[in-house]
Nanobody, 120 residues
Framework: QVQLVESGGGLVQSGGSLRLSCTAS????????MGWYRQVPMKQRELVAT???????NYADSVKGRFTISRDNTKNTVYLQMPSLKPEDTAVYYC??????????????WGQGTQVTVSS
């Protein structure tokens, strides 16, 4: 019973900051890549940032230079630091983990999503 739980979303003014957290729990054998994705109504979910198990990060062009993804492997947690937020960052943010649970195959797991709203 693997579960990804996200937190840290909310309402912030343009130029403000938020930090999202996502913790994986359950009988986990290994966690590989983790990442953050976002989705707005009527649009497809898009990649924001990913990070490998070794700490190598990749960012979408729209957030590169602004957002920072990190992870704490001792806590099974991935973070997304979001300074200098813009109204176009408004979306539901989802955490994803490529992992293998005990007695199961390797596959992707998704969090429930957390709302980020940036007002102008």
């Amino acid at each position: 019973q693997v579960q990804l739980v996200e937190s840290g979303g909310g309402l912030v003014q343009s130029g403000g900051s938020l930090r999202l957290s996502c913790t994986a729990s359950g009988r986990i054998l290994s966690i590989y890549d983790m990442g953050w994705y976002r989705q707005v109504p009527m649009k497809q979910r898009e990649l924001v940032a990913t990070i490998t198990e070794g700490g190598w990060a990749n960012y979408a062009d729209s957030v590169k230079g602004r957002f920072t993804i990190s992870r704490d492997n001792t806590k099974n947690t991935v973070y997304l630091q979001m300074p200098s937020l813009k109204p176009e960052d408004t979306a539901v943010y989802y955490c994803k983990a490529d992992l293998r649970a005990l007695l199961d195959i390797r596959k992707d797991y998704w969090g429930q999503g957390t709302q980020v709203t940036v007002s102008s």
